[in-house]
């Protein structure tokens, strides 16, 4: 079996009185793509920022496993998580929203290391070249400007982005939703690659069964603010126990132009 990576314990968030996300205890384990599903305002994204500190839990832990050691994401110093923010990176849903209009990719993509003080190995420029290999994108990429890309190619610089750093843990947050279908699915393709190739821990958001049953190992159905199953992909997507789950099953799709490898 393998370890936690991060592991949030008994989370509670709430908003004046609502509590949005209701007692939530779950883990990402290593090398996984955990799936997140659930109707929209169930509290996926919500759980996720929980995951990553970029929302304050109003009760419970989060812990992060890493070099080793094992943090406290709630009690660890504002330093320490500056330090520790490059290894948990997350994608948001809108490709047009998250990339500054104003900036080349060539400077969208060195940003998280000037940010960070870090060099790589071989230096940014040829670090630079190697993700958007890995992210499928030419090389005249770099001197472009956002506008002058399509909304898949976008979510490509997105997920370079995020990989720049070598995170530990990347959050995908519904990253095809505001996409075609046809695009979508070769963004969903890259992503089993990236899997495959650097063994990525993930946590993937989606309101599309098929998407999950796709791409996750393992999968946990949310309804309001509450994990209401939980298990592998097969046992949740094949044969799941809840009417709920049932329900998002049948509200969604097959999906075109993924490769059918689950079958
Ligand atoms: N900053 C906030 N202030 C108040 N309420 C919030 C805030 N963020 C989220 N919520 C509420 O928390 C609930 C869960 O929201 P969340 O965005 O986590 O849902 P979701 O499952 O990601 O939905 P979607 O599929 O639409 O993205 C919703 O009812 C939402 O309105
Ligand atoms: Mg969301």
Not at 8 to 26: F, M, P, Q
Not at 45 to 68: K, Y
């Amino acid at each position: 079996m393998p370890n936690a990576v991060l592991r949030g314990e008994h989370l509670v968030k709430t908003y004046g009185s609502a509590r949005v996300i209701d007692d939530v205890s779950l883990e990402v384990l290593a090398g996984e793509t955990l799936g997140i599903v659930g109707e929209s305002g169930s509290g996926k994204s919500t759980v996720a920022r929980l995951l990553l500190r970029l929302v304050e839990p109003s009760a419970g832990d989060v812990r992060f496993h890493s070099g080793g050691r094992e943090y406290d994401l709630r009690r660890i110093s504002a330093r320490e998580m500056r330090r520790l923010r490059r290894k948990l990176s997350i994608v948001f849903q809108d490709p047009y929203a998250a990339l500054d209009p104003r900036m080349t990719v060539r400077q969208t993509l060195a940003e998280p290391f000037a940010i960070h003080g870090e060099v790589p190995a071989g230096g940014v420029a040829a670090r630079l070249r190697e993700l958007l290999g890995e992210v499928g994108l030419d090389e005249s990429a770099l001197g472009r400007y956002p506008h002058e890309f399509s909304g898949g190619q976008r979510q490509r610089v997105n997920i370079a982005r995020a990989l720049a750093l070598r995170p530990e843990v990347l959050v995908l947050d519904e990253p095809v939703s505001a996409l075609d279908v046809s695009v979508g699915a070769q963004v969903i393709n890259l992503l089993r690659d990236l899997q495959r190739q650097y063994g990525l821990t993930c946590v993937f958001i989606s309101h599309s069964m098929p998407l999950v049953r796709y791409l996750c190992d393992r999968v946990v159905v949310m309804q309001r603010g509450k994990i209401v199953e939980s298990g592998t992909w097969r046992e949740v997507c094949d044969a799941p126990r809840e009417t709920y789950t049932r329900q998002l099953l049948a509200a969604t799709p097959e999906l075109p132009g993924v490769a059918a490898d689950r079958m």
